[in-house]
């Protein structure tokens, strides 16, 4: 991980004293960055699609669950399309990577998370930078319901806004002071605002877990994992969030540290594309039922709320 992306996942996650002395030192750029997006919000008219879509989004950068999130809320929907920008991925343009749980194409052209998510429900998965066209796409071919992944943000869109927080956030400052893509308070602009041990459980578990296992992963602020882990795991190295592997550098690794397996996340385990001993970090996802609930409500009551309008 080169040290820019160390610095900033330091400053944002695990401040000391004097980073934090620096946060306010970036203070008048992090108030210009989030007045800008809120007077974006503010002032943006949002499309009406006439389709159900369910937002799940978070207002700080790195990981808040919302992959397991989608994957968890997959199953309660039929003719359900899912629609992420495909961070990562290698093509360009809107990509059709999943029809009914049918995978049609490959990691490299969906990215890590979408491809995740494919292979995890029995959706539809479009990756796209273009929302709305995705979302017109999604229609055209017979969506009852939309899944939009990290869809806070696209104001000009009308859906339900589910916003996911961690367990502990310490830093609460708008980039590039801290995490966040707005100022905290834009949470009240989200119709369900979800915590992590509250609103939303994760439970990990390892597959085929091995008494020497090195850590290989390509997350953002990958030291999340640091709960789930223990003795077995002899050392970490980490890549930058959504990164490829290769094979001569990861057989490489596991032999400089003399593991018996790597130890590596769902995400990161579908960029493994050649045979090597691995154990899996399995995460799922418990949403409390009553969020759930809100949810499924939202859609079954929207096509009488899109005739009322």
Do not use: W
Not at 32 to 49: E, G, I, N
Not at 62 to 76: D, M, R, V, Y
Not at 211 to 234: C, G, H, S, W, Y
């Amino acid at each position: 991980m080169n040290l820019f992306v160390q610095f900033f996942e330091k400053l944002f996650y695990r401040p000391t004293y004097l980073l934090k002395l620096l946060s306010f030192f970036f203070l008048p750029l992090a108030l210009l960055y989030a007045t800008v997006a809120l007077l974006r919000r503010k002032f943006t008219k949002k499309k009406d699609f006439g389709i159900p879509i369910i937002s799940i989004g978070n207002i700080s950068v790195g990981g808040t669950g919302k992959t397991p999130f989608i994957i968890a809320l997959a199953k309660e929907f039929e003719d359900l399309y899912i629609i992420t920008r495909g961070y990562g991925r290698k093509s360009k343009g809107l990509q059709l990577v999943s029809h009914n749980g049918k995978i049609l194409t490959d990691v490299k052209v969906s990215g890590d998370e979408a491809m995740l998510i494919a292979q995890s429900t029995n959706a539809s998965v479009i990756v796209s930078k273009d929302r709305e066209l995705a979302i017109e796409k999604a229609k055209e071919m017979g969506a009852k319901v939309i899944l939009l992944d990290d869809g806070f943000s696209k104001v000009a869109i009308k859906k339900l806004e589910v916003l996911l927080f961690p367990q502990t956030l310490k830093n609460k400052f708008p980039l590039p002071s801290g995490p966040l893509r707005e100022f905290y308070f834009c949470k009240k602009y989200a119709d369900l605002v979800l915590y992590e041990g509250k609103d939303f459980f994760r439970k990990v578990s390892i597959i085929n877990p091995t008494e020497r296992m090195l850590l290989i992963t390509a997350i953002a602020n990958p030291q999340r994992l640091d709960p789930f882990l223990d003795e077995k795991v002899v050392a970490k190295v980490y890549f930058p969030d959504h990164a490829y592997f290769k094979k001569e550098t990861i057989i490489s690794l596991k032999k400089q540290h003399k593991a018996s397996s790597i130890l590596i996340t769902q995400k990161d385990e579908v960029k493994i594309d050649f045979e090597i001993e691995k154990s899996v970090m399995k995460l799922q996802l418990q949403i409390n039922p009553q969020v759930v609930e809100t949810i499924k409500h939202y859609v079954q009551s929207y096509p009488m709320k899109a005739n009322m309008v």
